[in-house]
């Protein structure tokens, strides 16, 4: 069975590759747009499927892995920023807060037209991070334009009093989950294409 992943994203597709989940790369066109901003959870769906579904002619066979995430903190939903004071902006609202990683997971199976639109969430208990330590992150961080701000897997890990739920979510492919749905559809590992 062929899992296409409806993104280019490198990242993204070595943590599929670290868990065996075998995929193929198909780059999504998809403008990032949903009427449900207000509702973090529609709203991830909403990307992770609109993202699946632009590439759904664009495959033959197989599943369509569609995947969005975003952070979520004081009822406010944080994408990418837009400059280096927005970072800053969004890295002082988690200081000393409890934030939620949540990804929209879509899948498509091309085979059946079944589609599965879910999400995965996971709590992440941040300390006080001090201006100093947001000044010395923006200068030594070549990814924080990401979602939120920041990436969790590097200098943000100094600051980390707790995790709760996946930690593949925080980085933005909640493998469990994809995993978890695959075999809803009679997937297992061994199922699946290599390149």
């Known amino acids: 069975m062929k899992l296409t992943l ?11 590759n670290t868990v065996k989940l075998n995929h193929f790369l198909i780059e999504s066109n998809f403008e990032e747009v949903s ?3 207000n509702d973090v959870y529609k709203y991830v769906k909403d990307l992770a499927l609109g ?63 079944e589609v599965i639109n879910d999400y995965a969430k996971t709590k992440v208990v941040l300390r006080k991070i001090e201006d100093c330590d947001i000044e010395y992150y923006i200068q030594n ?24 739920g996946s930690y593949y979510n925080i980085l933005g492919v909640p493998v469990e989950t994809i995993y978890k749905h695959l075999q809803s559809f009679g ?5 699946l294409e290599k390149k």
Do not use: W
Request: charged share 25%; proline share 3%; net charge neutral.
């Open 187 to 191: 997937i297992n590992l061994s199922d």
């Open 6 to 16: 409806a993104s280019t994203s490198k990242f993204k597709s070595d943590i599929l």
């Open 141 to 164: 961080e070549p990814n924080k334009m990401y979602a939120s701000g920041f990436v969790i897997e590097t200098v943000m890990s100094n600051f980390i009093e707790k995790i709760d």
């Open 51 to 113: 993202k699946a579904l632009s590439v759904k002619d664009k495959v033959d066979s197989g599943i369509i892995l569609g995947l969005d995430t975003v952070v979520y903190t004081n009822n406010q939903i944080l994408e990418k920023p837009k400059d280096l004071d927005e970072v800053r902006k969004f890295i002082k609202l988690c200081s000393n807060n409890t934030t939620y990683v949540v990804t929209g997971v879509a899948l498509i199976n091309k085979n059946t037209d």
């Open 35 to 37: 009427p449900n901003f």
